[in-house]
């Protein structure tokens, strides 16, 4: 596959500054989603409420999802943030901040969902599911 805007756009894929990242299958999706989120709270200038506030309620969530914390309740708020906050941010950063979210969700949905199960299972004293944690 050539590695250029369009070919990529066609994927559905973005190429940020030029930046690529390579991962392997032993990656967490979740993991790097809550990466990226940690980045745009960072980096967030805090002007505005949907994304000085929204990327760290999402970046929360997603630790929660991680931890093996959190229930399909907040996997539906973190995608309900997602929306909020792409929609409602006022600048570039707080528009995009949702991408890794919610393209992770799209294609790894499983991976969500296989924590979340772990966790449950964990927290009732059963063994996770099979695939389902770490």
């Known amino acids: 596959m ?30 790097v989603a809550k990466f990226f989120m940690e980045f745009c709270m960072d980096e967030s200038c805090g002007k505005c409420v949907p994304c000085r506030v929204g990327t760290a309620q999402m970046h929360e969530l ?13 996997l539906a708020l973190l995608e309900h943030l997602c929306e909020v906050v792409k929609s409602t941010s006022l600048c570039g950063l707080g528009q995009s901040a949702p991408n890794p979210v919610a393209s992770t969700l799209h294609y790894f949905r499983e991976e969500y969902e296989a924590k979340i199960a772990a966790g449950e299972a964990a927290a009732a004293g059963h063994t996770p599911p099979a695939g389902g944690a770490a």
């Open 2 to 31: 050539p590695c250029d805007y369009e070919s990529l756009a066609k994927l559905g894929s973005i190429m940020g500054s030029g930046g690529m990242i390579v991962m392997d299958e032993t990656s967490s999706m979740v993991d």
């Open 62 to 74: 997603l630790r929660q999802i991680s931890a093996g914390e959190a229930t399909a309740r907040e």
